[in-house]
């Protein structure tokens, strides 16, 4: 074993070898993987090989089909056949609901130019006799499923990583890892010490142990997972046979249950309602090639409803039952990327759909280490998506209840409720006094509505308008016309101070900062010129001779953003960045009664002169010291209110009294929301992402191109120059009782003109036949499907994708907001798009100019 290592990739499954082939194919040949035992030791053995490109984030849908067309790849390059299978796949639905989840799946896949097909019960039933078609109302089919042999799968990525320069080395596990002053790692191992620039951690299920080797507590927690074998059944021969096929994988969401053909048999898994946690303190080390005690009662529920559906499995006898652990997150995707405080230390870990994910967690990694960037957005994946709330007990929590769900629908209305309330402000109680319906925002608890006084506060969970639209249009309408108070304690909070404040902010931003007591609104760059942030800045007094500046931005990436930050800190300490997050709350007044209001609560002049739009001040407010913006997402008059949590209770009792006289009402986030379409406003994560140039992204007049070399600058000029491909834009959608969610496709009627945004179908799919042996292709015969399938149709085309929308109030109008080809972006023309919404397509038309207020005056009076 050497001594020196450019990178050191902890842990021999299929994530550990993919990382260390992807790394080695990008150029890397100085990298060595430390297995403690042989590959595929820990879960990667025993799983059940099925691999699928669908996924509920359709960024992550692509890394899982770049995934599914590397097979062919590593076989090539290792000669070691993964054994696959690529037989397709149809996932059942046996309610309206869960039909209406597969319309929304199947809308996903045509942007992203998946083959997948809305087709009935009985086209199932042709590729997969076993089932008893009668208890389903449809399906989809993915032609781009299958299952391959785990263990070669994962000895091909390690002998195509082998013949390209990389090391491997076996029976010898990590025991510490500490870091030198210069950031060198020392990789300290049973048969001596690595020194290493960069440490991946792809321990799998020993991946919490190595993250606590570096102080880390990484949210991942191992669960019991069974699935069971037949014995060979003679109605598979006789399909194999008559048809020379092999039965097709199905996913049944009311039996949570996956089955495919596995030699002669079945094979059958389960995630069943009473899961089971695995070692869920600490991973003894020396675990390996070993299987755990089946406990068939705990999936005889599913077991029972899956002999139902497909009555001929039911008479065939079992095997084997496997009972082994696999690793979750918090929502079942990947953490993936540099762990923020601490500097070239790696995750790839909690990948449990390893080989349907792992090449593409392998390649976005390798793109992130070796070109600073992975090349997709992965915020899925990104490690950063959880805070410090995401505690051990939590993480056990929500893995169960994630665990638990897997094959249940979300609704975009649904709150789950494991491991809640974690976080909470000082109104916590207060609100839920005032019948709020509470919601969970990066672990904190807040307002999302508030149900009529004498009802339930509650909500009911669904694709269409829900209980929750008439309440939030009295907040919308009674804020607009009057004034509302809402806690923004949600939002991220920083502080950036020291000598050269300004033109570090300056570097990092694309506005100029601004003079003090005023505030800017500003992209954040990466050296790509990719949108990697969104921020409000305000420049408050000096303190000790000091620049200091505010900062708010999205909860959701504070430490995706304090990552980056501290990236770009100069070494020498003269530039400090405190993070508030609950040690700083808010509340937001907003509507054309919010400044006699708040005069009411302060001693200073707040005139329209005296406290202009985009003013900061530090100022007392019912008799609490705060900080004062003139700013909210609403687009009308309004003011942040920031304080600690010690006077939030002062000052919002405050408002309440000094309201009670203007007609004040309490406001919940969806309002906010909903408001902030009737702006054309964007959101982070949603319309602003690093997929997506500034330009793309329509924030133009926020990039101060002349203003100096920020970082992304000269990626940002050439967009400019070169004109934007894309371009955000706004729709009014003619809406029946549903709006869009984000991620449905726009379609365009532009004859035979090809823009080139949308992703051409992969091709790496199985045909579909009926029971005599014919291919069907394109039948679309479920009921309730789109009038064609694919992303043609006739002089229509998907040229884009919606990002974000819902029902403004105020104005009435069902919104969207979305990218479309940029020739098409100010064409307001009636009959030129449509959005596909629970698989009907609405008519929808672009607005250039925001429904409320377009000239902006009533937020600036």
């Known amino acids: ?11 021999g499954g299929v994530v550990g070898c993919s990382v260390l082939y992807h790394l080695a194919k990008s150029g890397w040949t100085d990298i060595m ?83 997948t097909e ?16 009668t208890n389903f109302v449809g399906a989809m089919w993915d032609p781009v499923e299958g299952h391959l042999d785990p263990s070669g799968t994962t000895h091909a990525y390690a002998k195509a990583a082998r013949k390209l320069g990389a090391e491997i080395v076996l029976r010898n596990r990590v025991v510490e890892l500490t870091q030198e002053v210069d950031g060198t790692w020392n990789v300290v191992t049973e048969q001596g010490t690595v020194k290493a620039e960069h440490v991946v951690n792809c321990g799998g299920l020993w991946a919490r142990e190595i993250g606590r080797m570096v102080g880390i507590e990484l949210p991942v927690l191992a669960m019991e997972h069974m ?27 009311k039996g949570e249950i996956y089955t495919r053909q596995e030699r002669n048999g079945i094979l059958l898994g389960t995630y069943e309602k009473a899961c089971k946690p695995w070692s869920p303190v600490s991973t003894p080390w020396d675990f390996g090639h070993e299987l755990l005690q089946p406990d068939i009662d705990r999936i005889a529920p599913s077991l029972e409803i899956g002999f139902k559906h497909f009555p001929g499995i039911e008479k065939a006898g079992i095997k084997q039952i496997i009972n082994g652990p696999f690793t979750f997150a918090l929502d079942g995707n990947p953490l993936v990327g540099p762990v923020q405080g601490l500097t070239n230390f790696w995750c790839a870990c909690a990948v449990m759909a390893g080989f349907s994910q792992g090449g593409g967690v392998g390649l976005a990694l390798s793109n992130w280490m070796v070109h ?19 505690t051990l007990r939590y993480t056990n929590a929500k893995v169960r209840e994630n665990y638990s769900r897997r094959f249940s629908i979300r609704f975009p209305n649904e709150e789950l409720p494991a491991a809640r309330p974690a976080q909470t402000t000082p109104l916590y109680d207060t609100m839920i006094a005032n019948n709020a319906v509470m919601g969970d925002s990066w672990g904190l608890e807040t307002p999302l509505w508030f149900a009529p006084r004498g009802s339930e506060p509650k909500d009911v969970v669904s694709f269409h308008r829900s209980n929750d639209f008439g309440p939030i249009g009295e907040e919308v309408r009674a804020t607009r016309e009057k004034v509302g108070v809402t806690e923004i304690a949600n939002f991220a909070k920083y502080e950036v101070s020291g000598p050269g404040a300004e033109d570090f902010l300056n570097r990092l931003m694309t506005n100029r900062m601004p003079k003090t007591g005023r505030i800017v609104l500003t992209p954040m760059l990466n050296e790509f010129g990719r949108l990697i942030g969104d921020f409000t800045i305000a420049k408050a007094s000096p303190r000790g001779g000091e620049e200091r500046f505010m900062i708010w931005g999205s909860s959701a990436a504070q430490k995706y953003h304090m990552r980056w930050f501290e990236k770009h800190l100069p070494k020498d300490g003269s530039i400090r960045i405190h993070r508030f997050d609950q040690t700083l709350v808010g509340l937001s007044i907003a509507g054309p009664k919010s400044r006699d209001l708040l005069q009411k609560l302060v001693d200073v002049d707040i005139s329209t002169t005296a406290f202009r739009f985009m003013d900061f001040r530090e100022m007392a407010v019912g008799g609490a010291p705060c900080m004062v913006n003139r700013i909210t997402y609403t687009g009308d008059l309004g003011y942040e209110i920031w304080m600690a949590p010690a006077y939030q209770r002062l000052v919002y009792k405050a408002i309440k009294e000094a309201g009670e006289e203007f007609g004040l009402v309490d406001f919940g986030m969806r309002a906010l ?16 992402r690093p997929i997506y140039g500034p330009f793309e992204g329509s924030m133009d007049r926020f990039i101060k191109l002349e203003k100096n ?30 709006d869009v969610m984000g991620d449905e496709p726009i379609w365009a009627k532009v004859g035979g003109k090809d823009y080139g945004t ?3 179908p992969h091709g790496y799919g199985a045909p579909r036949f009926d029971a005599g042996g014919k291919e069907v292709r394109g039948s679309n015969a479920a009921e309730g499907a789109s009038a064609v399938r694919g992303i043609v149709d006739g002089d229509w085309r998907v040229v884009g994708w919606v990002t974000s929308g819902g029902y403004a109030h105020y104005v009435e109008k069902s919104m969207a907001q979305g990218y479309v080809p940029a020739a098409l972006a100010e064409n307001e023309s009636a009959g030129l798009f449509e959005i596909e919404i629970l698989g009907h397509r609405r008519p929808a038309r672009v607005n250039v100019e925001p429904p409320f207020d377009p000239s902006g005056e009533k937020m600036r009076t």
């Open 673 to 688: 929301l909903s408001m902030r379409l009737e702006k054309n406003f964007p959101t982070w994560f949603r319309e602003l």
């Open 372 to 390: 600073g960037d992975p090349g997709f957005d992965v915020w899925g994946m990104d490690v950063a998506r959880f805070g410090e709330w995401a």
């Open 227 to 253: 699935y069971l074998l037949t014995e060979p059944m003679p109605e598979v021969e006789e399909f194999n046979n008559s048809t020379g096929r092999e039965m097709i994988g199905v996913l049944d969401f």
């Open 758 to 760: 949308v992703e051409k």
């Open 33 to 115: 993987l430390i297995e403690r035992s042989e590959l595929t030791s820990g879960s990667s053995w025993h799983a059940a090989g099925g691999f699928h490109t669908l996924n509920g984030d359709p960024n992550v849908a692509k890394l899982q089909a770049y995934t599914v067309q590397l097979y062919k790849e590593i076989e090539e390059i290792s000669g070691q056949s993964c054994s696959l299978h690529l037989t397709g796949g149809v996932m059942m639905a046996d309610t309206p609901e869960r039909m209406d989840f597969l319309r929304l799946a199947h809308a996903k896949g045509r942007y992203l130019g998946m083959d």
């Open 709 to 738: 070399d920020f970082i992304g600058r000269e990626a940002a000029a050439k967009e400019q120059a070169e004109g934007p491909k894309l371009r955000r834009v706004s729709f009014i959608v003619d809406a029946a009782d549903a």
């Open 1 to 11: 074993m050497k001594s020196h290592a450019k990178a050191v990739v902890i842990g």
């Open 118 to 133: 809305l087709i009935t019960p009985s086209e199932a039933k042709a590729m997969f006799p076993l089932m008893d078609e």
